[in-house]
């Protein structure tokens, strides 16, 4: 017997992969159901049993990532829990990790900008709201600086890792970034 899940999720791994694919060549606006149907082997009204139309797919596809994203953010925001920054960063590099498709996408000429900047904006007020509990001598423009710093590099660092094809791992990058961010300059001296 077949697994009607697992259907479900095959159906919706090839309609996000025929998206992505579609993504990279022309703007959302110039994509139809039919084209994309037709690049994912799928009727169009299988597409219809799962989403209103290609906007729809694509902010579901967003709204998965989302809630990685901010997932991987939780133990920052955790009262009960330690300041881990390790453990977040590597958290949200495999986030990126999982939907390298979409970010791909995303930091292209037809993606959506206005999604990489809403996680930032968010990750921005989470960021702060863990570095007011544990920091609370830094005020507002020392927290601001903090995080305009350090989103900036860690963004230009994930987009680097991204065009270049994401050859080393996550946690490489989560490594990396961790080190830069407590060490600075010193990061530069230390051996490979």
């Not at 690049?39 to 989403?51: E, V």
């Not at 881990?84 to 960063?89: G, L, N, R």
């Not at 390298?100 to 921005?124: H, M, N, Q, W, Y």
């Amino acid at each position: 017997m077949h697994n009607p899940e697992h259907r479900v999720q095959t159906t919706k791994k090839l309609l996000r992969e025929a998206l992505m694919t579609l993504l990279a060549e022309k703007p959302l606006r110039s994509i139809t159901v039919k084209e994309l149907c037709l690049r994912a082997k799928l009727n169009r009204g299988t597409f219809y049993a799962h989403y209103a139309d290609v906007y729809d797919l694509l902010d579901r596809i967003e709204a998965e990532m989302e809630a990685d994203f901010f997932a991987a953010l939780e133990p920052m925001l955790s009262a009960a829990g330690q300041l881990t920054p390790p453990k977040v960063t590597k958290k949200v590099f495999e986030c990126i990790e999982a939907n390298a498709d979409l970010c791909r996408v995303t930091i292209g000429p037809f993606g959506d900008k206005e999604f990489g900047r809403k996680l930032l904006r968010e990750s921005k007020n989470s960021v702060a709201q863990s570095c007011r509990q544990y920091f609370p001598d830094a005020d507002e423009w020392q927290i601001n600086a903090y995080f305009t710093f350090i989103a900036g590099g860690c963004f230009a660092l994930m987009e680097r890792w991204i065009r270049e094809g994401m050859v080393e791992s996550s946690a490489v990058l989560a490594d990396a970034a961790q080190q830069i961010m407590e060490s600075g300059i010193a990061f530069l001296r230390r051996k490979a």
